[in-house]
């Protein structure tokens, strides 16, 4: 008898049927019917094997199960077959459907994986969208059994999905990434840890010129580091380590297992048949379990129904009302095509060219702003290339007419193709597409647009204008679930042709069903639950369309005001579905300017053409031909300090420019203004009084302090109190690439990204041996306000717990001392607390009472210190007339550059701000009940207080960073700009290896509040 196992996950479908080695003549002739790949019984432990070939479902489970059984049940005579069972995520409707068997997908795999490698130990699974880690142990019959597993959670940064998206947008198949990569030798770092982080540092590695082997070199290693840190969370991995999934078939992932994992060769199975082990495993669970053999007829019947069932599909309900374009204003019919007719040649002209992510848009303009060409172009991770064939379309268009008087950039690429291309106008996004946006206003409606909507391929934007003037902007932070690859990604899922078929299906739709704001993984899982339902194709794509508006309205714009005239541009905006979703939500006029996609270009040569007027200067164009451009593209490490950054050096005639430092100290980028800060630097201020060593007399046990999380605040008081009693402190090294990932790895949950880091560096700590390893468990900080509490997160309050739990740090355990602090008791208190520590460390009480009062002046002293030098900066911006950037951060984001990217010293460097951090100010007295009375986190509190400081100084602003998964800043941060009373910028930060993004946001930030003018 010959039994099939069907595995039907998200993405794709695979078949086996399974039998003894007398059915391998019949399985060996269906094969041929149907194609796919046999194993006759001697490589399979006994049994015959048919696979069929793999098939993507494409939002049609039922069709795709349909085709599979037909072409297997065609090639099997009649009275062969015995039973089907049914497993993988999309599998359990179509079992419970037709009545037959189905089986957990962990227990499938471990059964075929232990029916062919009964030795394995291991299983590493990276499928379409799921992980799995799991332990084999042995029955003692040969039979495999689960000692422990686990799964990955709602995030696809690991699997195969996430892949497949990203070999896709670089124009490569999925198939061909492991070829590529084995190559290189060089990448850049990709963040794991989320989707959209990993594509972000896709982005600005791409941007910077890394080619796309070496991106998905580094997103292959990416998507490894990631696994081992949310999936096998510190477990262990024993040999012989079987790797199933359709990433086996990556070579590239398969080598990034190897070296994440430390296995050598001998060690790692990557077996032929590694997407098909659950299908293999059901179909043997189904030999187990059936008895009475699978008749013709009930074979027919199944069919039948999995026909029928296709004919009945799309009932579900819809949840929002039909799209309608009669509140859509579209102006593209409007441009009229440039005539160079009756006109003086060469026309005056001023080109400008936007790098982004997915598309690069190159505008040529007329010395009145008539757009004389435009190109839109797919990037493709090529930036370089694509512009260079961009300006060679462009002399081919205009070639003596006209003649370039200036250039100006904008886009994620813009310093790197300004340097190659010799701009004389660099810009952020915002400001570009606030310039082309207002021209195109003025031209073609004689009315300033007040509101501007820019849907890119990865980034989102929101602007508000009065007058001209920036008064408001926000980008996507950390979901892409508002963006235009995001759109793109479901719309391929779903087969539907993003470009020609999307628009006018959505359109048709009578009853959009109603998807809500949801990211890639669950829009993914609500899009195959209304398909099961048997929603139509039409009605989902509408639901995307409101999708997108609605993630875009409540993650980018959230409740910000919204203004008369609004433009909706970007790449996003030539899908009038899309459109017609924010003019039905919204109940108001919805513009899409002329030359929607390349607004960010037309601004950017508008911005060239006033430069070039203001200064009077003879362009730095250095032509239509970029490979007469004597350029080099170089790659290095630094070794400046721990960090030791993959940098990139692009070389243009005899000027050279520098990417990929994380702390800007040997490599630095050019300054973007001759402005200079006229404060002290506070910020190296505080990292020099926080460091300052006070000496320990020798003998003492050696106690390693973590320099990280709480030690930005407390390290004077800790230092104070171990040296007053004779003990040397160790501090672990700053944050660097090598001890994050070394956190990530330990880590046992997902927590925000410094109280991973943590682990890394107590892990550090551990290495280096000292006698002991202080983490205290802090309850709560000194009390500055008696009406309320002071707590700190819970994830700072249950540290030393955390940490003692993770495997990865158990040769640690016995060296932590974690006494419980509460600061708000005071002296008494913490002198109470220190007491077993002392005596652990064999000092007396009486040494130990004393060393802690000693502590709390040292602490006391340096914080007067720091709001002394902040008052002293305040009257500095006060005498030169300056404004300033208040820094709102928790102290172990604001102070550690392995942290925030070292963005505060780029801020000062690269920009000219004076900066004035948050615990510099004199916050003392601050009321802030009548806003939220009852702030009982102490950083919270703090934050606040600076808030209403910043509201009571017009000269100050705020820059508040964040990171992502922190749970009281993210409702604090709604608070700020009502005590504030301005608006601000958030920058949420997780692990990032590029800063490109944070400094874009901090760039448009600056520009919008008159600071680079």
Known sequence: MIYIGIDIGSIGIKAAAVGSRQDAPVLE???????????????????????????????????????????????????????????????????????????????????????????????????????????????????????DYEKNGDCAAGTGSFMDQQASRLRYKVEEIGDLV??????????????????????????????????????????????????????????PVVVAGGMAANAGIVEAIRKVFSLGAEDLIVPEAHSWFCAIGAGLNEAEADGNGFSPRKASECLEKLRNSMQEAGGASGGDPALSTENLLLLRDRAAAYSFEGRALPVEAYLGIDVGSVSTN??????????????????????????????????????????????????????????????????????????????????????????IFEIGGQDSKFIRLDKGVVVDFSMNEACSAGTGSFLEEQAERLGIGIESDFSPLALSAKHPIRLGERC???????????????????????????????????????????????FFQGGVAYNDAVAAAFSCLLK????????????????????????????????????????KVDYELREHICRGCSNNCTVQEIRVETERTYWGDKCSNRFRRRPKTDKRAVIRDLVSLREEWLNEDIPAPPGG???????????????????????????????????????????????????????????????????????????????????????????????????PFVLSAARGLSHARDRLLAPTIRFRGGIPQVQRAMRPVASKLGVSRRESDRAVRRAFLSYREFNQRLVRAGSLALRNLEDADRMGIVLIARPYTLYDPGINMDVPRKLRDIYGMDLVPLDFLDLGGIDIRAEHDNMFWDYGRRILQAARVVGENPRLHIIFMTNFKCGPD????????????????????????????????????LESKGFLQ
């Open 29 to 147: 002739k269906a094969r041929g019917s149907g194609g796919g790949i046999f194993f006759p019984d001697a490589a399979m432990n006994g049994n015959a094997v048919l696979l069929t070939k793999y098939r993507r479902i494409l939002g049609e489970p039922v069709r795709a199960a349909l085709d599979i059984l037909e072409g297997l049940l065609n090639g099997m005579p009649d009275g062969s077959l015995g039973g089907i069972r049914f497993t993988g995520t999309n599998g359990r409707p179509l079992a419970e459907m037709l009545g037959l068997g189905f089986d957990n997908e962990l227990n499938s795999l471990v059964r075929g994986v232990g029916m062919r490698y009964p030795g394995a130990r291991t299983i590493i699974e990276m499928g379409g969208n799921s992980s799995k880690y799991v332990r084999l142990t042995s029955d003692g019959n040969g039979r495999p059994g689960i000692e």
């Open 182 to 239: 084995l190559s290189v030798d060089t990448f850049p770092t990709i963040a794991g840890r989320c989707t959209v982080f990993s594509k972000t540092d896709m982005i600005h590695a791409q941007q910077r010129g890394y080619s796309p082997e070496q991106i998905l070199k580094g997103l292959c290693e990416a998507v490894v580091r990631n696994f081992k840190g949310t999936v096998f969370k510190g477990k262990s991995v024993v040999p």
């Open 362 to 451: 190159l505008a040529l303009v007329d010395a009145c702003g008539n757009v004389i060409h435009f190109l839109y172009m797919r990037t493709d991770s090529r930036p370089i290339e694509v512009v260079g064939k961009g300006l060679e379309m462009l002399r081919e268009e205009a070639a003596g007419r006209v003649r370039i008087r200036g250039v100006g950039t904008t886009g994620s690429g813009r310093d790197l193709i300004g340097c190659l291309v010799g701009a004389d106008a660099v810009h952020d996004e915002i400001t570009a597409h606030k310039t082309g946006a207002m021209f195109l206003s003025k031209a073609y409606l004689d009315s300033d647009v007040d509101t």
């Open 520 to 566: 890639t993984v669950f829009m993914e899982k609500e899009l195959i639950h209304y398909l099961r339902q048997g929603a139509g194709k039409s009605d989902l794509a509408a639901g995307l369309a409101y999708s997108i508006a609605l993630n875009y309205l409540n993650r980018v714009v959230q409740g910000r005001k919204i203004g008369k005239l609004i």
């Open 588 to 627: 108001k006029r919805i513009v899409i300017p002329p030359h929607n996609g390349v607004v960010g270009a037309i601004g950017a040569a508008l911005l060239a053409r006033r430069k070039i007027e203001r200064t009077g200067k003879e362009s730095g164009f250095r032509g239509y031909d970029l490979g």
């Open 701 to 799: 046990p050696a106690v390693g302090i973590p320099r990280c999380m709480y030690a930005y605040d407390f390290l004077p008081f800790w230092r104070t109190y171990f040296h007053a009693i004779g003990c040397p402190t160790v501090l672990s090294p700053v944050t660097n690439r090598k001890l994050a990932e070394k956190g990530i790895e330990t880590s046992m949950a997902e927590p925000c990204f410094p109280i991973q880091a943590a682990h890394g560096h107590v892990a550090a700590l551990a290495e280096l041996g000292t006698d002991y390893i202080f983490v205290p468990n802090i309850v709560n900080q000194p009390a500055s306000d008696k009406t309320t509490e002071s707590y700190l997160c819970p994830w700072g309050v249950t540290l």
């Open 970 to 1005: 993210s409702f604090i941060h709604h608070f700020v700009e009502s005590l504030s009373r301005k608006p601000f910028l958030l920058l949420q930060l997780d692990g990032h290896g590029n800063d490109a993004g944070a400094l874009t946001r901090c760039e448009a930030y």
